[in-house]
């Protein structure tokens, strides 16, 4: 039986890929999606912030799965290990405090 109801898709880049990957949320039934099309990758949360925070936890395990087993993998794996290094470099480089905005506050008092 095919599906005849429309979802409200919204798609986007995927922050900090360059351009290189798509993220699409929509909603199904209670619970929302968020999804990278590229990758055939979908996740579920009962909220939007949910979804895409599951969304990025996948992202970064199936990134460290495939970069242990580079040796083992297909041709396809290879092309997403190759998509998702850019852009846990991107987000690897966001990550870190460059010198000029660097101010450290002590946790003690004198």
């Avoid at 939007?48 to 460290?64: G, I, M």
């Avoid at 190759?82 to 690897?92: A, G, P, T, Y």
Wanted: charged letters at 25%; one cysteine or more.
């Amino acid at each position: 039986m095919k599906r005849t109801k429309q979802r409200n898709v919204r798609e986007v880049d995927l922050p900090w890929s360059e351009g290189l990957l798509s993220a699409r949320m929509w909603q199904a039934g209670k619970r929302c999606v968020a999804g990278v099309p590229e990758l055939g990758l979908h996740c579920y949360g009962s909220s939007q912030a949910e979804a895409v925070f599951r969304l990025f936890t996948s992202l970064l395990k199936y990134y460290r799965q495939l970069n242990m087993y580079k040796h083992k993998i297909s041709d396809r794996g290879l092309e997403h290990l190759k998509l998702l290094k850019v852009w846990v470099q991107s987000v690897e480089r966001r990550m870190m405090i460059s010198e000029s905005t660097s101010s450290v506050v002590p946790l003690r008092r004198k």
